[in-house]
């Protein structure tokens, strides 16, 4: 059993930066792969970001590559994911989710946090 708590979501102004948090409780954590799902209001959710259970790969969605950075410390039981060059489209609740294997698609992951809100104003 995993329990996921994300926080550092916020109100950044374009091409600001926020780093976003996801804590984990449980003792199996190093072996779940880990993702980062966002949904904007009316719009369905999407795959933002992953990384394999050990951190040594990592996927990315094409509209967030070279801006965002999944990165994880199992010592913390915590996964990271660190945004860059925000734009508004980026503007949505941001949610950590993780399972066994790493995937882009949302029901491949069994334990999902609350959501963090991220706000980016033009």
């Known amino acids: 059993q995993v329990q996921l708590v994300e926080s550092g979501g916020g109100l950044v102004q374009a091409g600001g930066s926020l780093r976003l948090c996801c804590a984990a409780?449980?003792?199996?954590?190093?072996?779940?792969?880990m993702a980062w799902f966002r949904q904007a209001p009316g719009k369905a959710r999407e795959f933002v970001a992953g990384?394999?259970?050990?951190?040594?790969?990592?996927i990315y969605a094409d509209s967030v590559k070279g801006r965002f950075t999944i990165s994880r410390d199992n010592a913390k039981n915590t996964v990271y994911l660190e945004m860059n060059s925000l734009k508004p489209e980026d503007t949505a609740v941001y949610r950590c989710?993780?399972?066994?294997?790493?995937?882009?698609?949302?029901?491949?992951?069994?334990?999902w946090g609350q959501g963090t809100q991220v706000t980016v104003s033009s």
């Open positions: 409780s449980g003792r199996t954590f190093s072996s779940y792969a």
């Open positions: 989710a993780g399972d066994l294997v790493l995937g882009t698609r949302d029901n491949r992951y069994g334990y």
């Open positions: 990384i394999s259970s050990s951190g040594a790969r990592t």
